[in-house]
């Protein structure tokens, strides 16, 4: 039995290719293709164009969120699930990593909301 609320997911994604960090079209197909994986349901989205480059974007998901922010010049990305069920997290770190041509992509794993475990034997 689930011991957590929900799972929260952090990806550092580092020698990210410049090209695919910097505008809203692709960094809106990322997320959407990470969205599509988990099979998580979309609510409404957002994504903010910085000028000349890099990009913020949030969708609002039934099951909580997803966001990224990409700094371009430093071939870095900062992206985040939060969601009440749990997640395939390697394979969101697989998908980021072909997506943004990655090869190095630290993982943080946050359990919200950690609940007391339930004693099995019913008191008397």
């Keep these: 039995m689930k011991q957590h609320i929900g799972l929260h ?10 090209e695919k960090l910097s505008f809203v079209p692709y960094i809106r197909n990322v997320l959407h293709q990470v969205v599509d994986e988990l ?7 957002a994504f903010k164009q910085f000028e000349p480059i890099g990009v913020t974007g949030f969708i609002l ?27 395939d997290v390697d394979m969101v770190k697989s998908v980021l990593a072909s997506l943004l041509n990655s090869d190095t992509i630290t993982t943080n794993i946050i359990k919200r909301g950690e609940l007391p475990r339930q004693n099995s034997s019913s008191s008397a």
Excluded: M, R
């Design 9 to 18: 997911c952090t990806w550092d994604v580092y020698n990210a290719n410049t």
């Design 39 to 45: 099979k998580l349901g979309k609510i409404q989205e």
């Design 61 to 87: 998901l039934e099951e909580s969120h997803i966001s990224i922010h990409t700094w371009p010049e430093h071939n870095y990305a900062a992206i985040d699930v939060f969601s009440c069920n749990d997640f």
